[in-house]
């Protein structure tokens, strides 16, 4: 019960699949691209299906003809012949095919079908055929059971929301004794089409008025050998196109991994770095000071050697490279030539007014003069 849900379910998608435009659509886009190849690459990758198609005469005989673009009849089953003989004909008929079995069609003669143009509401479109199927009796003279029927979509009326469909039916009493005979022959046809009208030879016009459960399922095995092989082709095609991507994405990762290490390597030497110039700021820091400002010691020392005895220092300030001395001196005017005497002094004056203290008689000074850096020994200044 429940497989037979199954079928009636793809039985009405597949129906509403042809009643929809996407196979006219697709049959022209395959025709569009099938263009853009050479006739003999087009034959060799995806060759025509090979068919073949029975049309009675309505005596009892039976043309069998090779179907395609162009139609060659290749035999002629009499009505008198015996059915022994002509299943031997039909199985040599068939194996001329080096492409797989071929399609087989019965195709009736316009004179035996019934036509008729059919009009429904647009809404039904989705599910066509069952619509189709309830209005059989009011649009013929004939009940479900007792017709094959099949039927196109014409015309779409979208602004009356119309559907326009060609409906074509046949007895199903008219077609048993041809189905018989074919039977009786071994024919199982996968389809029952209609002949189009005017034409010197067969042309099918793409009908199928067998009922779908009763519909043989054909299988070109070329084709599906082609479209498996195109299948595997596309598959491999997109595993190279995703290694690829993976691949790809793998080295990126990898160089995002090295210019992490690379980042933090830097990182690290840079920190480096700045502990190195820290260090080397904190031990010259000392030094620097020192080299700033002149040795005390040398400059006393200088003080020492060029002042003469009655010259005294009550007061020496050292400033940078400015030295000031105070004190008391027996004529402070000879002060000026003896410090700017000296290769570590220079620009020697006074400052202030020169007073004369009151207890010792002697001249009070207070002078300035500049150390002279030449001459000066300095700290050594440690270097990275």
Not at 77 to 101: K, N, T, V
Request: net charge negative; with cysteine.
């Amino acid at each position: 019960m429940i497989l037979n849900a199954v079928n009636e379910y793809w039985s009405g998608l597949a129906a509403r699949y042809r009643a929809s435009p996407l196979p006219g659509f697709l049959s022209w886009w395959r025709g569009e691209l099938a263009s853009l190849i050479p006739a003999s690459l087009r034959a060799r990758m995806v060759p025509p299906r090979p068919a073949l198609w029975l049309c009675p005469d309505g005596q009892g005989n039976l043309a069998v003809w090779r179907g395609g673009e162009s139609p060659q009849r290749l035999d002629l089953f009499g009505a008198d012949e015996d059915a022994r003989d002509l299943r031997a004909r039909w199985l040599a008929l068939q194996s001329r095919f080096e492409d797989g079995h071929p399609e087989i069609r019965l195709c009736l003669d316009r004179d035996e079908i019934l036509e008729r143009e059919v009009e429904l509401p647009l809404a039904v479109e989705s599910n066509l055929a069952t619509a189709l199927g309830y209005q059989i009796d009011q649009l013929t003279p004939f009940r479900p059971q007792q017709i094959v029927y099949d039927f196109q979509v014409v015309d779409r009326d979208a602004a009356h929301g119309r559907l326009k469909l060609d409906l074509r039916l046949v007895p199903v009493a008219h077609l048993e004794p041809v189905r018989e005979r074919l039977a009786a022959i071994g024919i199982r046809p996968h389809a029952i089409d209609t002949l189009a009208d005017g034409a010197e030879s067969p042309s099918s016009e793409g009908y199928n008025l067998l009922p779908e459960a009763e519909r043989p399922r054909y299988v070109y095995a070329r084709a599906r050998l082609n479209w498996l092989l195109a299948g595997v082709g596309v598959l491999v095609l997109a595993l190279v196109m995703a290694q690829s991507l993976y691949l790809r994405e793998r080295s990126v990762e990898r160089l995002q991994a090295e210019v992490a290490q690379l980042r933090s390597e830097a990182d690290r030497v840079m920190g480096l770095q700045r502990q190195l110039e820290d260090s080397l700021a904190a031990a010259n820091f000392l030094a620097d000071r020192r080299r700033r400002q002149p040795i005390i010691i040398q400059v006393l020392d200088e003080i020492s050697r060029i002042l003469p005895d009655d010259i005294w220092l009550q007061q020496v300030q050292v400033q940078g490279d400015e030295i000031v001395m105070m004190g008391l001196a027996d004529g402070s005017q000879r002060l000026i030539e003896l410090l700017n005497d000296s290769p570590m002094l220079d620009d020697a004056e006074f400052r202030g007014a020169i007073n004369v203290d009151p207890t010792t008689g002697q001249e009070r000074f207070n002078v300035r003069a500049r150390i002279t850096r030449g001459e000066v020994q300095y700290a050594v200044v440690a270097r990275p």
